[in-house]
Nanobody
Framework: QVQLVESGGGLVQAEGSLRLSCAAS????????LGWFRQAPGKEREFVAA????????YYADSVKGRFSISRDNAKTTVYLQTNSLKPEDTAVYYC?????????????????????WGQGTQVTVSS
């Protein structure tokens, strides 16, 4: 069993930055791709970013490309999401998740059923 705990969310003004963290416990971390998703009020959860098991490959949703950066520290079993130039439309609950494989095709990385474990989420609120 894997437990994921997100942190780092909060209230920030537009154009500000936050660094989200997701700490994992359990053996299933290394060897698996990791992803970040988000869910805004009244909307479905959507893919944000993914990183391969080694950290060599990353993939971003078009809406955050160039502003967000995903990274991981396998020794600390932690994945990060650096969010810069935040916009009010980035307001959402952000979730980290463990993918079933070390990497995958880009469409597959966006699919929630391909992720085995999920955190409880951390709220990010961006004021205008």
């Amino acid at each position: 069993q894997v437990q994921l705990v997100e942190s780092g969310g909060g209230l920030v003004q537009a154009e500000g930055s936050l660094r989200l963290s997701c700490a994992a416990s359990g053996r299933t971390f290394s060897g698996r791709a990791l992803g970040w998703f988000r869910q805004a009020p009244g909307k479905e959860r959507e893919f944000v970013a993914a990183i391969s098991y080694s950290g060599a490959y990353t993939y971003y949703a078009d809406s955050v490309k160039g502003r967000f950066s995903i990274s991981r520290d396998n020794a600390k079993t932690t994945v990060y999401l650096q969010t810069n130039s935040l916009k009010p439309e980035d307001t959402a609950v952000y979730y980290c998740a463990v993918h079933r494989a070390g990497w995958g095709t880009r469409p597959g990385l966006e699919k929630e059923p391909d992720y085995d474990y999920w955190g409880q989420g951390t709220q990010v609120t961006v004021s205008s």
